[in-house]
Structures are given as C-alpha cells and as structure tokens.
C-alpha cells in the first residue's frame, strides 16, 4: 500500500506526499527495494533530474535476481526513459559528442528492458506492452534525420490503449505528439495532445499534465475540442456509416487495435483495417484517435 501511494505521489506531483511515503518505506526489509527504486526514480524524473534516477535504475539492476527481475518492467522503462532524458538533456547543453560516454550505461538498461520485459516476466506487469515503451523511449536516443520518430510511440499508445493503463497511455500520446511536433505535422499532433491532456487531466496526473499543456502551448494546439464544427461535420457522416462500420467505430471509441477488433468481431486483422480506413475517410479525419474522439462525442 505504501509503494503505492509513493507511485501515485510522485505521478500526481505531491512531492511533500513521496518524501514521507518514502521515508516510511525506508523502515521496511529489503525485499522491497525493487519497488522503492521505481517511487524514487518516477519521482526524480518528473522533478527535471534524469541523472540521479538513471543512477538509480542502474544501481539496482545490477543486483536483480532472477525472481525479481521477473517483475521490473515498470523498472526496465523508467531506466529507458531516464537514459532518454539524459542524452537529450546533453544534446541540449550541447554536449552530443561521442555516444561511448553512455555505451555501458545504454548495454545495461536495454539488458534490463530485455529480460524484465522479455518470456520470463510475469504477465500482470503489461510486460508486451512496456517493451515497446522501452523500444519507444531508446529510440529516442536515435538523432538519424531519416529515423521515423513517431512510429515506436504509435505502436506504444496502441498496444497500452487496449491493456488498461491510462497513464502510461496518457505519457505515451505525450511522447507521440512530441515526435509528430518534431516532424512538423501539427495537424496529427493535435488530437493525440488534446486526448494526452484530457485523460492526464482527468488522472490528476499534474506533472505530466504540465507538460502537455507545455508542448500545446509552443506549438499554438488548442486544447479545446472544436465541438461545433466536428460534431456538426460528422454527425452527417455517421448517419453514412453501414452498421458494421458503426459497430467498428464503438471498437475504434473503446480504444481497441485492429487486431482486438478482428478478434471481437471474428474477422481477418486486414478486413477490420479496410472497415477502420472506410470509416476514417467518411468522417474526414486523419487517424483512428480522431475517430474514437468522434465515436465517443457523437455516442
């Protein structure tokens, strides 16, 4: 219970609330410091200080036992996204350089990512889900111009969407949105940080919230949904739908992959894609999180 409130402190930005939560972990055997590790290393990283929860992650992997490892996938991705922050924090100071200065630092957390989140892991840790968050985040360790950014936190924010786990969704539309920013399509970024905002909002998630609310306000996105005008465009376009299309946009609404709408629907995976393209060109929108956006506003 303690490690969760930790958790929960530290996404929520209650510094005061980590400090004494961890403190009281403190007390307890040391059977517990693989959760501790994750409170202390999510809390330093929303406080703007990858390095020392970098040194954190590392620090600890290196004592993982077999058994233990089999539960630090959230331990695996907070070592990926500290490593990510730091390189980046470097490139900002101008200090790009030799990528050895980290080679044994990057060997160790994608070890780590690579057995947490690999056959061994238990599955109520998501670990599928958080191996491409790890690969999502490494990748940003990638400054190749031709490197598609945006693609490793698409496949993230679909494989979390349909698994429950509205935060890491929420931080992974975040980080997409970054990536489609940096690639200057504004047009999908918009709706992937007005869902990232909402649902970070509705968490009470206020680090990650500012941070959106941040990146919407240097690229000029309105947060606001343009309600008159999508709803009043496509309530029309709704009403063109065939009914397994509109059976599919309730799939789409709900958050679920094409794979999980072949599997609902006892379709093909190719099938259930050419039905998502059909509705998306109806209802003039660009991506599937437009169309859940729609689905859900127009019920």
Not at 70 to 79: H, M, N, R, Y
Not at 171 to 180: E, I
Not at 200 to 224: E, F, K, M, N
């Amino acid at each position: 219970a303690l490690v969760n409130q930790a958790r929960l402190a530290a996404v929520r930005g209650d510094w005061e609330g980590l400090d004494t939560y961890l403190g009281d972990l403190s007390r307890l055997p040391p059977i517990l410091d693989l959760l501790r590790c994750e409170a202390r290393a999510e809390g330093l990283l929303w406080r703007g200080d990858p390095n020392p929860a970098l040194a954190e992650v590392v620090g600890h992997a290196e004592l993982l036992t077999p058994r233990l490892t089999a539960l630090a996938a959230p331990l695996a991705w907070l070592g990926a996204r500290a490593l990510a922050d730091v390189v980046e924090g470097r490139r900002a100071g101008g200090q790009d350089g030799d990528r050895s200065a980290w080679a044994q630092t990057e060997e160790t957390v994608r070890g780590l990512a690579a057995a947490a989140c690999g056959p061994g892991a238990l599955p109520g840790y998501r670990p599928a889900q958080l191996r491409l968050l790890c690969a999502a985040e490494l990748s940003r360790l990638d400054v190749d111009e031709d490197h598609d950014a945006a693609r490793p936190w698409r496949e993230a924010v679909e494989a979390l969407v349909g698994v429950e786990r509205p935060y890491l969704t929420a931080y992974a539309r975040w980080r997409l949105a970054q990536a489609l920013v940096g690639a200057r399509d504004l047009t999908s970024a918009a709706p992937v940080v007005r869902a990232a905002h909402a649902e970070s909002d509705r968490l009470g998630a206020r680090p990650l919230s500012d941070a959106v609310t941040a990146l919407a306000r240097r690229t000029h996105i309105d947060l606001r949904h343009p309600v008159s005008v999508i709803e009043s465009r496509a309530s029309g376009a709704v009403a063109s739908l065939t009914a397994r299309e509109r059976e599919i946009l309730g799939h789409l609404t709900a958050g679920r992959t094409n794979g999980e709408i072949a599997r609902a629907l006892v379709i093909s995976t190719k099938t259930a894609s050419v039905h998502v393209s059909n509705i998306l060109r109806k209802l003039g929108v660009t991506s599937r999180y437009e169309a859940a956006e729609l689905g859900e506003r127009l019920g």
